[in-house]
């Protein structure tokens, strides 16, 4: 169900970057796509991007991430993902935006990834990794992480390890599994991956839902045509409405009740003595050297 929809039918209530994961909210009245763009450069300089660098991105969906490093810091960013309309929509981006030399994408699965980076970064993939493949995943990014290197995992997680719920599981994230966040810092420990910083960002995602289920309901009528398209008219288009209604209402009230949190992992290949002694770089505003380098 979940990916294979098309992408007309997630522009339709994401915002313009298509970007399909936890938003950062400076305040309330931010709008879906500004706060976006807020997660992107909050991660940025969780990563302290510098231009010239390195970073793979596994699981990038339609390249939001990788197309803010290249623009904003300068960055060589390769990009993996299973989903062949996002990787037709990065290609074409990448033209678009004449980022032929410093955006490549793959139609790979992450155990395929090659190479050495500089900086590492999975938003919203991990959820979907099953909890027997964590230890393969970690030694991935092990691999792929130079000695040193900072990574970023943001993922949805839970205080507690329970298992997930039968319905998600059958209808929007096959095979997924929602961690406790214990269980993600012991794998990573085993692995020689460093953590140094952990945010919830919970209350972010309760409102990047709430603002994606209004977009949602203003363009319902758009977003039936694009279904019928998909699967003819009837009752499996209403069927698929309501399925998608209560993956999205449900899983606000779940960030809000606290039964899910968003995790913002970051960390190291080994330790890494190079890092700032504080976190006040996360909220100093960016140097005009850092950002818009072109």
Known sequence: YHYDV???????????????????????????????LQKYEHVSKKLQLKRGETLVDMGCGWGGMMFYAAENYGVKCEGYTLSENQYSYVLEEIRKRKLQDFVKIYLKDYREAEGKFDK????????????????IFFEVVKKLLKSGGTGLLQTIGSSKDTPTDPWVTKYIFPGGFIPALQVIINIMNQ?????????????????????????F???????????????????RVEE???????????????F???????????????????????????????????????
């Open 240 to 254: 698929f409405l309501r399925m998608w209604r209560l993956y999205l209402n449900g899983s606000s009230v779940s």
């Open 191 to 215: 692995k020689g991956l460093v953590f140094f910083d952990i945010e919830d960002l919970r209350r972010h995602y309760h409102m990047t839902l709430d603002k994606w289920i209004e977009r």
């Open 256 to 294: 809000k009740a606290g039964g899910n949190r968003l995790y913002q992992i970051t960390f190291s290949n080994g330790l890494n003595d190079q890092l700032p002694l504080t976190r006040s770089y996360l909220y100093s505003p960016s140097s005009q050297s850092e950002r818009r380098w072109k």
């Open 120 to 135: 590492f970064v999975s938003i919203g993939m991990f959820e979907h990794v099953g909890k027997k493949f964590y230890p």
């Open 217 to 235: 309901e203003k363009n319902i009528d758009k977003i039936r045509k694009v279904l019928i398209k998909i699967f003819g008219s009837g009752e």
């Open 6 to 36: 098309g992408n007309d039918f997630y522009s339709l209530w994401l915002d313009p970057t298509l970007t399909y994961s936890c938003a950062y909210f400076k305040k309330e009245e931010d709008t879906l796509e500004q706060a976006q």
